[in-house]
C-alpha cells in the first residue's frame, strides 16, 4: 500500500458486469457520507460526472475482460493504481458471463444478434488476476456490504482486512439457520462455497448456490456424491456448479467433470 | 468551419457504459449515435440449455440496479408455461418486493444521478457540502427501498428469495410489520421530494412522445396489465413482439427497438404517468393535483418530477400490503405435472419502463430458447432523437456546454445501459 498521504484516492472501474458490485458502495446509505469525508472519490462514473486522473491509492474493479478493449484497459488500470481490488464474482471468477467458456462464441453472437459481424467479444470471459496482479479480492455476486466496508475501512488505517475464509456452514451455524442439507434434504453448496454473505439463503429455506465461489479447499467430490444421493441427476449438478463462478477452477473442474461422466453413462 | 463533431466518450451518472457521437454539418445535425459499448454478455444464448426453474437467478444478474424486474418478468412468462397463476398475498408479496426495488431505484436516480444537474454539481457527495438534508433525505429513501427488498428478497442486490411460484420463505407477520414505521417515514419524505423537485427550474422543452405501457384494469402497472400507447395501441402483453421490432445499429451493443409502423417510442415514468394518471395512489393523486403536474408530461427534464410521484405510489403500494399481510399457508406453488413445456411471454413494468422476456421451454423443463427485450434499447432510438432536438435549439453553443447538455439530455431518461443483452461515448462532429 502507499505511503499514507490524505486523503486517499479511489477510482470505481467496470468491466463487463451488471453494475451491482459497485452499486454496493451507494448501498452504504447509513456511511456514504462519513466514507467520503475520509477518502477523495477520483473517479466513479456510475456516480460523478467529476473525474480526477490517476495514480489512485486504490481501484475497485468490477467486471471480468471479455474485449480487447478491456485487456489494454486493465493493463491501464494496474498500473495507476497502489492497491487494486477485485469486487465480485465478475472480477473474481469471470462471472455468469464466462459460460461462454464453455460453449461456441461465434454461435452465441449469431444467437443474439441479426448481424453478428458488428459485436466485438472475446471467446472467453475471465477473471482480472489473470491479467494483472490483484492485491485483494472480494467475492460475491454481488459482494457484501460489510465486507466492503471492512475492506474500506481496512484501507484506512493501512491494516489488512479481516475476510473470512471458511464455508458457509460456518456462517449458518453462526446465524442460528437449522442446515437445510440435513433438516431437510435440500441440495446446498454451502458446504463448498466460501463465507461472507452472512449464509443469506439457507436463512430463507433454500439451498446455497455457490454464488460467492469455491472456499479454499472445497471438498468437491463428497459434495457432488451427497447431490446424487439426493437424486440430482449428472446434468443437474454440472449446472449447479456452473452459474456465477462457473469458471473458477475448482467449480470448472467440478462440472466438467459431471458434464462428461454424464455424457458417457 | 463547416464540419463539427461532439463527443461524449463517457456519460457519466448512468448505469452501465456508453457514449454519444453527434455530427454536425452546415449547421444542421446530420447523424446522432448513442452507442452502448458496454461489453456483451450473451444471456439469451447462455439461457438455452439451462433449467426454466434457474432462470429468475440467471437473468437478475442482466441489472444489478434492477434485478427485481427481470425476476418478475422471467418468473411470470415461465409460470404461464408450467401452468401456475400466483395470485392473493403472494401475488401482493411480490407486488411488495417490486415497490421496494422501484423506491430504490428512482431514489438513487432522483438523488444520487439527476438531481446534481439541477443544482450544477458533478455528483451527490459534492452536493451534500452544499445541501446535506437533501442528500440526507435522498439516501434515507434509498435505504427503505432497499430495507424493502432485504426482508422479502434476503438481500437487496439479486434477491435469492424469489422463485418460479412464489418465495422460498415468506416472511412472518413481524417481519413485515417491521417495514411500516420506516415506510411512513419515507411516505412524508417522498412527498416532501415531489414539492421540492416542483421548484426546480426546468428548461421549457415539449417533446411529442409515443408513450407505450402496461396499464391494469385497477393499479398503478407492475407485475401484469395490457400493452397501450398514447397513440392508441391497446394489446395484450402476448403481443409485444408483433407490435414493436428490434433492429441492430452498427454503432451500438444494444438492439434498438421500433413500432411495427418504424417509429421510436418511450418506454418508463413518463410514458407509464402519462397512460396511467387515474390510477394513481391517494396520495399521489392528490400531490399531482396539488403541483399541477401537465398530463401528460412532456418534458423531459421532468421526469424527475415524475418518479419522485411515482415514489410516492410505490410507499403508498407498499404500505397497503405491509398492513393487511398475512402469511400465506404456501411459500410458492408448484407446477401441476406432468410438465409439458411450451412457449411464455411477460411484460412488466421495471423502474425504467416495459421489460418483456418471452421463453420456449421443451418438456424436459430446459430452455430451447431465450428473448428479453429491456426498457433502455426500446428508448435508444428515441433519446437519441431527443439529444437530436437538443443540439438543433442549442447549436450556437460551445463544444464544452453542448456536450453537457446532452449528457443532462440522457439523464433525463435514466438509461440503464447494463441491460445490453443484446446496449453509451459523446462523439460531436461538426462541419
Ligand atoms: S459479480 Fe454479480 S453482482 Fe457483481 S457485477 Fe458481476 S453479475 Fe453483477
Ligand atoms: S448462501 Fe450461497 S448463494 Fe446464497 S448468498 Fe450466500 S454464497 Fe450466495
Same mark, same amino acid.
Given at each position: ?9 479511489? !477510482?470505481?472501474?467496470? @468491466? ?6 459497485? @452499486? ?29 486522473? *490517476?495514480?489512485?491509492?486504490? %481501484? @475497485? ?17 494496474? !498500473?495507476?493504481?497502489?492497491? @487494486? ?8 471468477? *469471470?462471472?455468469?458471463? %464466462? ?21 466485438? !467479444? ?60 440435513? %433438516? ?31 472456499? *479454499? ?41 459431471? !458434464? ?6 | ?10 456519460? &457519466? ?24 459499448? $458496454? ?17 429468475? /437467478? ?26 401456475? $397463476? ?30 446534481? /444537474? ?67 417515514? &419515507? ?18 422543452? $415539449?417533446?411529442?412522445? /409515443? ?22 395501441? /391497446? ?7 408483433? $407490435? ?26 413518463? &410514458?407509464?404517468f402519462a397512460l396511467n394518471r387515474d390510477r394513481l395512489t391517494p396520495k399521489a393523486a392528490t400531490l399531482a393535483r396539488e403541483l399541477q403536474v401537465p398530463a401528460p408530461v412532456r418534458n423531459p427534464f421532468q421526469a424527475i418530477l415524475v418518479r419522485s410521484l411515482e415514489m410516492v405510489v410505490a410507499i403508498e403500494e407498499a404500505l397497503r400490503i405491509v398492513r393487511s399481510y398475512h402469511e400465506p399457508p404456501e411459500p410458492f406453488l408448484s407446477p401441476p405435472t406432468p410438465f409439458r413445456g411450451g412457449i411464455g411471454r411477460w411484460a412488466t413494468e421495471a423502474p425504467r419502463g416495459l421489460l418483456y422476456h418471452r421463453y420456449e421451454v421443451g418438456a424436459d423443463g430446459i430452455i430451447r430458447e431465450a428473448k428479453i427485450v429491456p426498457p433502455t434499447a426500446q428508448n435508444q432510438a428515441r433519446i437519441e432523437q431527443d439529444v437530436r432536438h437538443l443540439v438543433e435549439r442549442s447549436i450556437g453553443l460551445g463544444d464544452a456546454e453542448l456536450q453537457d447538455a446532452c449528457e443532462r439530455a440522457i439523464r433525463n431518461h435514466d438509461p440503464c445501459i447494463s441491460c445490453a443483452t443484446h446496449f453509451l461515448q459523446l462523439d460531436l462532429q461538426r462541419d
Amino acid at each position: 500500500m502507499s505511503p499514507p498521504r490524505a486523503p486517499p484516492r479511489l !477510482a470505481v472501474f467496470k @468491466l463487463a458486469s451488471c453494475d451491482g458490485c459497485q @452499486l454496493t458502495l451507494l448501498d452504504c446509505e447509513n456511511e456514504l457520507l462519513e466514507v467520503t469525508r475520509h477518502l477523495e472519490i477520483a473517479d466513479f462514473r456510475e456516480a460523478s460526472s467529476a473525474v480526477i486522473e *490517476g495514480p489512485y491509492d486504490v %481501484a @475497485l474493479v468490477e467486471g471480468s475482460v471479455t474485449t480487447e478493449e478491456d485487456r489494454r484497459r486493465i493493463q491501464e488500470i494496474r !498500473a495507476s493504481s497502489s492497491t @487494486l481490488v477485485t469486487i465480485g464474482a465478475c472480477a473474481t471468477a *469471470g462471472g455468469i458471463q %464466462a459460460l461462454r467458456n464453455f460453449a461456441d462464441v461465434e454461435e452465441f453472437r449469431r444467437n443474439v444478434y441479426p448481424s453478428p459481424e458488428y459485436i466485438r !467479444a472475446l471467446a472467453t470471459s475471465t477473471p482480472v488476476r489473470d491479467h494483472v496482479p490483484v492485491d485483494v479480492e472480494l467475492r460475491g455476486c454481488p459482494i457484501s456490504k460489510h465486507q466492503l466496508l471492512e475492506l474500506i475501512s481496512a484501507l484506512l488505517t493501512h491494516r489488512a482486512p479481516d475476510l473470512p475464509h471458511d464455508s458457509v456452514c460456518i456462517e449458518c451455524k453462526r446465524r442460528g439457520n437449522v442446515c437445510v442439507l440435513v %433438516a431437510r434434504g435440500t441440495p446446498c453448496l454451502g458446504p463448498v462455497t466460501q463465507a461472507g454473505c452472512g449464509a443469506v439463503c439457507p436463512a430463507y429455506d433454500r439451498g446455497c448456490y455457490g454464488c460467492f465461489g469455491p472456499q *479454499g479447499t472445497p471438498n468437491a467430490p463428497s459434495m457432488i456424491h451427497r447431490l446424487h444421493e439426493l437424486g440430482m441427476s449428472r446434468a443437474e449438478v454440472s449446472r449447479v456448479f456452473r452459474t456465477f463462478n462457473a469458471a473458477s477452477p475448482e467449480f470448472r473442474r467440478a462440472s466438467e467433470g459431471e !458434464a462428461r461422466e454424464g455424457e458417457s453413462s | 468551419m463547416t464540419e463539427r463533431t461532439v463527443a461524449v466518450n463517457y456519460v &457519466a451518472r448512468v448505469e452501465g457504459e456508453g457514449a454519444l457521437r453527434v455530427r454536425i454539418e452546415q449547421q444542421a445535425v446530420k447523424e446522432v449515435e448513442l452507442r452502448i459499448f $458496454e461489453p456483451p454478455r450473451f444471456f439469451e444464448a447462455f439461457l438455452r440449455g439451462r433449467s426454466y426453474l434457474e432462470a429468475p /437467478d440467471i437473468t437478475s444478474r442482466i441489472c444489478g440496479i434492477c434485478p427485481v424486474a427481470y425476476q418478475m418478468s422471467a418468473s411470470h412468462a415461465l409460470e404461464s408455461i408450467a401452468g401456475i $397463476e400466483v395470485r392473493g398475498p403472494l401475488r401482493s408479496l411480490r407486488r411488495l418486493l417490486y415497490a421496494g426495488e422501484w423506491i430504490e431505484s428512482h431514489a438513487l436516480h432522483i438523488f444520487l444521478l439527476h438531481l446534481p /444537474d439541477f443544482l450544477g454539481f458533478p455528483d451527490a457527495v459534492h452536493m451534500a457540502e452544499k445541501h446535506p438534508e437533501v442528500v440526507k433525505q435522498g439516501l434515507e429513501l434509498k435505504r427503505v427501498g432497499n430495507q424493502v427488498m432485504e426482508v422479502l428478497g434476503g438481500r437487496a442486490i439479486h434477491p435469492i428469495n424469489p422463485r418460479i411460484g412464489g418465495f422460498y420463505r415468506c416472511p412472518n407477520r413481524e417481519e413485515v410489520q417491521g417495514l411500516e414505521a420506516p415506510l411512513e417515514g &419515507a411516505l412524508g419524505q417522498a412527498e416532501a421530494t415531489a414539492r421540492f423537485v416542483a421548484t426546480l427550474p426546468f428548461p421549457n422543452v $415539449e417533446e411529442d412522445y /409515443d408513450f407505450v405501457s402496461l396499464r391494469h384494469p385497477e393499479e398503478y402497472p407492475m407485475n401484469e396489465g395490457r400493452i397501450v400507447s398514447s397513440s392508441g395501441l /391497446d394489446v395484450p402483453f402476448e403481443r409485444f413482439e408483433e $407490435e414493436f421490432q428490434e433492429q441492430q445499429v452498427p454503432w451500438s451493443n444494444a438492439l434498438q427497438s421500433r413500432t411495427k409502423e418504424g417509429r421510436t417510442y418511450l418506454v418508463g415514468p413518463l &410514458a407509464r404517468f402519462a397512460l396511467n394518471r387515474d390510477r394513481l395512489t391517494p396520495k399521489a393523486a392528490t400531490l399531482a393535483r396539488e403541483l399541477q403536474v401537465p398530463a401528460p408530461v412532456r418534458n423531459p427534464f421532468q421526469a424527475i418530477l415524475v418518479r419522485s410521484l411515482e415514489m410516492v405510489v410505490a410507499i403508498e403500494e407498499a404500505l397497503r400490503i405491509v398492513r393487511s399481510y398475512h402469511e400465506p399457508p404456501e411459500p410458492f406453488l408448484s407446477p401441476p405435472t406432468p410438465f409439458r413445456g411450451g412457449i411464455g411471454r411477460w411484460a412488466t413494468e421495471a423502474p425504467r419502463g416495459l421489460l418483456y422476456h418471452r421463453y420456449e421451454v421443451g418438456a424436459d423443463g430446459i430452455i430451447r430458447e431465450a428473448k428479453i427485450v429491456p426498457p433502455t434499447a426500446q428508448n435508444q432510438a428515441r433519446i437519441e432523437q431527443d439529444v437530436r432536438h437538443l443540439v438543433e435549439r442549442s447549436i450556437g453553443l460551445g463544444d464544452a456546454e453542448l456536450q453537457d447538455a446532452c449528457e443532462r439530455a440522457i439523464r433525463n431518461h435514466d438509461p440503464c445501459i447494463s441491460c445490453a443483452t443484446h446496449f453509451l461515448q459523446l462523439d460531436l462532429q461538426r462541419d
